[in-house]
């Protein structure tokens, strides 16, 4: 039981370049979540999804795009990285809603230089 | 909206000292309450949670909180802190109707001094 994993934990781009970051978790949950962290903002949430075909906006979406096309996998797109996006970005998840256990459970982030 | 404050950006405390974390939050109603930790170069790991019942919760590490509804309040708590508690730490409320986000606080950075 891996929990939730992350891929790549650290990645160097240039503006305008694109990626995919994956996050995959191993414990059925239905909920998953992408946040950003920065420097004395704490984690924002960007998008995430309560279930498998299904994606959400949180409060800081723009700049991103996300899939969940498996219910175990989350995947966040860049499609024109800007230095503004350089971040620690972490994946979570969580049981379905109306369940007692909503604690959300984290990867180990993924690291953004975008230059 | 909901919102989370925590209002020391960093403490200081000696090891063996006490130490207590403060959280307020804003909400409509009680949400669920949630204190995560983060070590250097870490992701976040939980600490403890509040959804009901006892308003005084025990947690990992040695840590509890007490949740105080008339002050919209959930401080951290711990009796004698170890070197290895330096971390930042993060309170956070989730609605107890809807999905389930959180909000997370901006953090407090705890610094153990010798």
């Known amino acids: 039981n891996a929990g939730v994993t992350q891929t790549p934990k650290f990645r160097v781009l240039k503006t305008g370049q694109s990626m995919t970051l994956l996050c995959a978790q191993d414990?059925?949950?239905?909920?998953m979540y992408w946040y950003r962290q920065d420097p004395g903002m704490g984690l924002r949430l960007i998008h995430y999804?309560?279930?498998?075909?299904?994606?959400a906006k949180g409060e800081v979406p723009d700049g991103y795009n996300v899939s969940r096309l498996k219910k175990q996998n989350f995947l966040l797109g860049l499609e024109s990285a800007a230095p503004s996006q350089t971040s620690v970005y972490f994946c979570?998840?969580?049981?379905?809603?109306?369940?007692?256990?909503?604690?959300?459970?984290f990867g180990p982030g993924t690291r953004l230089l975008v230059l | 909206a909901q919102s989370v404050t925590q209002p020391d950006i960093h403490i200081t405390v000696s090891e063996g000292a006490s130490l207590e974390l403060r959280c307020n939050y804003s909400?409509?109603?009680?949400?669920?309450l949630f204190w995560y930790v983060q070590s250097p170069g870490q992701g976040l790991q939980l600490l403890l949670k509040?959804?009901?019942?006892?308003?005084l919760v025990q947690g990992i590490k040695g840590f509890e909180a007490e949740f105080k509804r008339s002050q919209s309040s959930f401080n951290l708590r711990k009796p004698s802190v170890h070197w290895s508690d330096a971390a930042e730490y993060f309170c956070?409320?989730?609605?107890?109707?809807?999905?389930?986000?959180?909000?997370f606080g901006k953090g407090t950075m705890l610094l153990v001094s010798p």
């Open positions: 979570a998840s969580s049981y379905s809603f109306g369940r007692r256990d909503e604690t959300q459970y």
């Open positions: 414990m059925n949950h239905e909920y």
């Open positions: 999804s309560v279930g498998e075909g299904t994606t």
């Open positions: 909400y409509g109603a009680t949400p669920y």
């Open positions: 509040y959804f009901s019942g006892d308003t």
């Open positions: 956070a409320v989730a609605p107890r109707e809807g999905y389930s986000t959180l909000t």
